[in-house]
């Protein structure tokens, strides 16, 4: 009872001193606008939510006015005592008009939570819940065509490999992730035999998922441990498709010790800086200028709901102010593999601004691991169909009916 | 094993319920003023580091503790949150306390509260969303739903202890390292569950988890406050009762305690010992399955499913908790209570300094250091002060313990 009393004690000492430190400065703002970021992993995790953090710097910048309130790591494991709600309601308590939520795993709540706060504008990245017209009216999509991204490194990987062997680290198995994978063995396929001259068939693809966006210990597969494992047994480039750096992180302590190894990071401009040597470059979201345009249409009023799914600006896809995906080339690659990956790119580009003799490697005949047909001879892809790794995608009129997303065949992992 | 020894006689039986003479009482509350100052000593410690913290990230600490104030406790709706973040973490503590005194160091906690929550949501599937084969025959009503998923939740935790406890009883594994291995299955047997196209997962959906319950399989919310329900304060409240009944009141109360002192010698006086291993056990892991009910039933649709990690380690927290409350049944509420304010506080000072102008980006982390710096600073006064002053009756309280164990 006693030293029941001496922790009431201390606590009440505490408070004491708390009461005597009078109530913080506000911080809502009479003009301009604040915004919410909420972001599924560390802000500076060199990845996924890193991009997402300093796009909201990026509009804090080029936008007076603009203030960007953010919350980190919002997952069950690192923060079991809050949900998305929670974190909506501290936000809007702060004055937010826009909340970004940046997760598939907020993708279901985000939905929710709009229809709790119809005068805040919420954006789900990476969703589709506008698309199918099952969300509220304040509630809108981004998601950049990172395909074209993963393309390139697929074809980066395919220039460089001796081995004939690369491998993808996945996070979970989605639409997103799928057709991600999917979009990287069509690159690494389509560049070993056109600039290789070498059998495509004999390109080994493998894929292995960990089980979530990044590491949790004890939950997830441990992805340095994956990695290791992709190099002992043989192949010579890793392409990460998950939040964090383990892929290039492992690649470069290989390198150290004398092996022949490299690594295509994901998500963040700056991720090649792990291990700059044997990087080959790094596909990346480029979040700032479609983060800036919506946050300037929520702040005069003019934003619309809507399902964005941007691609790169294909007159330069590194152009800071206007693109949305990019590709930074590494020092791993050679000046002549850097000149293949520029005819390469060029070719993406007629190919998606639909010019005479352009590249569209969604094109049939392509088949699914269980033998299925995804796209018919001379068929090309409807972004439907490319946005859910389906073929009936088109057909679909609810979410449930489109069929499972599945791998291409002749990509050695699950689907799921 | 040993044999029993021969026969011996033991003193006349005294009445079931022993209470402490006037004399040894009074030996007791002396004995308490060093147990009283210590914990604050070790307290202190750790506030002055994370104040010293504070200030060295240039982070003003009694605006930390302003932003801790008005986070938890200062509106209705803060302190509404708070409760239902305190009633799991409160439940699996006090069934720690049951093992801790018996000696059994139940890391597997965190398991058995994955169990309960994978337990819950089995029940909810079968009985509210017809899932699987079909048990209902007519509507279940909201009552019988729920009372089913915490019978299951308190099922799948109590048997998921027993296993443990059988594995050292029986198996020779000790309950740390059975607990470590069951921790780790459950965690990937949910993973299975509800990711990469899990059984659980819904079809289409890109969140690792299930769907949310429908309102039928939800607690239902108090006060229009969405994560608010009364019944887990009731059902945390009976287990509190029943603790102190056990602990204070009950003779199997004294047999754990007695097993925590000296396993063997409480064997060789006649105590049930394997039985009593596999019974507090399960008593600690139905608790913690009905935390992990707790955990996945709502009331608001953003709690009310499955998660990747449905425990959040608030396991590993409880353990901290019970350490802290030195395995005391009454004070364990109130150490909980100051654990859930300083995790959800935690966050509230985070995101605080961030929002403020100009933003200050403190770790994360900083809350779990205080609070496992705080439970190590007080373990360590308690070994400093039993190394240098120990307590001059410490054999003698220990002997009459044994004395009183031997009833």
């Known amino acids: 009872?006693?030293?029941?009393?001496?922790?009431?004690?201390?606590?009440?000492?505490?408070?004491?001193?708390?009461?005597?430190?009078?109530?913080?400065?506000?911080?809502?703002?009479?003009?301009?606008?604040?915004?919410?970021?909420?972001?599924?992993?560390?802000?500076?995790?060199?990845?996924?939510?890193?991009?997402?953090?300093?796009?909201?710097?990026?509009?804090?910048?080029?936008?007076?006015?603009?203030?960007?309130?953010?919350?980190?790591?919002?997952?069950?494991?690192?923060?079991?005592?809050?949900?998305?709600?929670?974190?909506?309601?501290?936000?809007?308590?702060?004055?937010?008009?826009?909340?970004?939520?940046?997760?598939?795993?907020?993708?279901?709540?985000?939905?929710?939570?709009?229809?709790?706060?119809?005068?805040?504008?919420?954006?789900?990245?990476?969703?589709?819940?506008?698309?199918?017209?099952?969300?509220?009216?304040?509630?809108?999509?981004?998601?950049?065509?990172?395909?074209?991204?993963?393309?390139?490194?697929?074809?980066?990987?395919?220039?460089?490999?001796?081995?004939?062997?690369?491998?993808?680290?996945?996070?979970?198995?989605?639409?997103?992730?799928?057709?991600?994978?999917?979009?990287?063995?069509?690159?690494?396929?389509?560049?070993?035999?056109?600039?290789?001259?070498?059998?495509?068939?004999?390109?080994?693809?493998?894929?292995?998922?960990?089980?979530?966006?990044?590491?949790?210990?004890?939950?997830?597969?441990?992805?340095?441990?994956?990695?290791?494992?992709?190099?002992?047994?043989?192949a010579d480039v890793v392409i990460s498709g998950i939040d964090t750096t383990e892929a290039i992180v492992v690649a470069g302590q290989r390198a150290a010790q004398g092996q022949t190894v490299w690594a295509i990071p994901y998500d963040f401009e700056g991720a090649c800086a792990e291990a700059p040597d044997i990087c080959l470059g790094v596909p990346y979201f480029h979040w700032g200028p479609v983060y800036l345009e919506t946050v300037r249409q929520v702040m005069e009023g003019t934003w619309e709901p809507s399902w964005i799914w941007r691609g790169p600006d294909w007159d330069d896809i590194n152009n800071p102010e206007t693109t949305t995906v990019g590709f930074i080339y590494g020092d791993g690659l050679t000046d002549e593999e850097k000149a293949i990956l520029d005819e390469f790119i060029a070719q993406l580009a007629a190919g998606a601004k639909g010019e005479e003799g352009g590249l569209n490697l969604f094109t049939g005949p392509l088949y699914f691991q269980d033998g299925s047909v995804y796209l018919e001879e001379g068929e090309v892809a409807t972004p439907k169909q490319i946005w859910f790794a389906a073929a009936n995608a088109d057909e679909a009129t609810t979410p449930d009916e489109v069929n499972p997303p599945q791998l291409l065949q002749g990509i050695i992992g699950t689907s799921q | 094993m040993t044999s029993i020894p021969e026969e011996r006689t033991y003193p006349p039986r005294p009445p079931a319920m022993v209470r402490p003479s006037r004399s040894l009482l009074w030996r007791w509350v002396v004995d308490l003023i060093p147990t009283l100052i210590t914990p604050f000593i070790g307290i202190a410690a750790a506030l002055g580091l994370v104040v010293l913290i504070l200030e060295w990230q240039g982070a003003d600490p009694r605006l930390a503790w302003q932003f801790l104030y008005d986070g938890t406790l200062a509106t209705a709706a803060e302190r509404a949150d708070l409760m239902s973040y305190w009633m799991p973490l409160a439940i699996t503590a006090f069934g720690l306390v049951l093992t801790y005194n018996a000696g059994l160091w139940n890391i597997g906690v965190e398991g058995q509260i994955i169990a309960g929550a994978i337990g819950a949501t089995w029940a909810a599937r079968l009985f509210a969303e017809g899932e699987g084969w079909r048990a209902q025959i007519t509507p279940l009503g909201h009552g019988w739903v729920l009372l089913l998923c915490f019978v299951f939740a308190a099922g799948a935790g109590g048997l998921w202890a027993l296993l443990v406890a059988l594995l050292k009883t029986r198996g020779g594994v000790n309950e740390i390292f059975g607990g470590v291995a069951l921790n780790f299955i459950i965690q990937t047997f949910n993973m299975y569950l509800v990711s990469n196209g899990g059984p659980w997962q819904p079809v289409g959906s890109r969140a690792t988890e299930t769907a949310a319950f429908p309102e039928v399989a939800r607690l239902s919310s108090y006060g229009g406050f969405r994560h608010l329900s009364l019944t887990p304060i009731y059902i945390t409240t009976a287990a509190f009762i029943l603790l102190v009944l056990i602990m204070y009141v009950s003779r199997w109360g004294l047999q754990l305690r007695a097993m925590g002192k000296n396993l063997r010698s409480a064997f060789l006086l006649g105590v049930h010992t394997e039985r009593n291993v596999l019974m507090a056990m399960m008593l600690c892991g139905m608790m913690a399955g009905l935390a992990g009910s707790f955990r996945v039933l709502g009331p608001y649709v953003t709690r009310a499913k499955l998660t990747a990690n449905p425990s959040g380690g608030i396991g590993f927290l409880a353990i901290l908790v019970v350490l802290l409350a030195a395995m005391s049944a009454l004070l364990t509420p109130f150490v909980s209570f100051a654990f859930a304010m300083l995790s959800k506080g935690g966050q509230k000072i985070e995101s605080g300094f961030q929002w403020s102008d100009p933003p200050i980006n403190l770790d994360r982390s900083l809350v779990r250091v205080l609070q496992s710096g705080i439970v190590l600073m007080v373990v360590l006064a308690f070994g400093v002060r039993n190394r240098y002053f120990p307590p001059r009756s410490a054999q003698a309280a220990v002997d009459e313990d044994e004395e009183v164990a031997r009833t």
């Open chain 1, 1 to 234: 009872m006693l030293r029941k009393l001496s922790v009431l004690g201390l606590l009440v000492a505490v408070a004491l001193g708390g009461f005597a430190a009078g109530a913080p400065s506000a911080t809502a703002q009479d003009e301009g606008i604040i915004f919410g970021v909420i972001l599924v992993g560390p802000r500076d995790d060199h990845g996924w939510s890193e991009a997402h953090y300093t796009a909201g710097l990026y509009v804090e910048e080029n936008l007076p006015g603009a203030k960007m309130i953010a919350l980190e790591s919002l997952n069950s494991a690192a923060r079991p005592e809050t949900t998305l709600d929670q974190v909506v309601e501290d936000m809007v308590n702060q004055g937010a008009k826009l909340i970004l939520t940046t997760s598939a795993d907020f993708e279901v709540d985000t939905t929710e939570v709009a229809a709790l706060y119809p005068d805040v504008v919420f954006i789900n990245i990476s969703g589709d819940d506008a698309l199918w017209g099952i969300a509220t009216d304040n509630l809108g999509n981004i998601m950049g065509q990172m395909e074209y991204g993963k393309m390139i490194a697929g074809c980066a990987a395919a220039l460089k490999t001796q081995t004939g062997s690369i491998a993808y680290v996945g996070p979970l198995i989605d639409p997103e992730t799928t057709r991600l994978v999917n979009s990287t063995y069509l690159g690494a396929r389509h560049c070993y035999e056109t600039y290789r001259g070498l059998d495509p068939d004999d390109l080994r693809f493998q894929v292995t998922w960990i089980g979530f966006w990044f590491n949790i210990p004890g939950v997830t597969l441990d992805p340095t441990e994956v990695v290791n494992g992709f190099f002992d047994g043989g």
